[in-house]
């Protein structure tokens, strides 16, 4: 199991943080020892534990990708991919470019 440190922002949820990382809110309230309907304060700390989310090691850029569209379809933040993929601008990408999406 991997588990994403992740600081609350204003306007998250629980459901929402669900979603963006393929898990459930009772795993994260289970894992955070928490309820399932607690407002968490902006700037707390939570862990969020992942399934092996299918997340793909390795993409090859299509036509049409964007790493934005990229980062939606996995749930992932565009700075993780800017970062594991050493981009400095993210319009500088190419149909066949091979991204790394997991460290």
Known sequence: MTIVQYTMQPGDTLWGLAQKYHTTVSDIASFNGLSQ?????????????????????????KPGDSLYSIGQKYGLDLDDILEYNYIDNPDLIYPGQMLRLKK
């Open 37 to 61: 309907t607690v407002n968490i304060p902006i700037g707390q700390e939570i862990m969020i534990p992942l399934i092996d989310s299918g997340i793909p090691r390795w993409y090859i850029i």
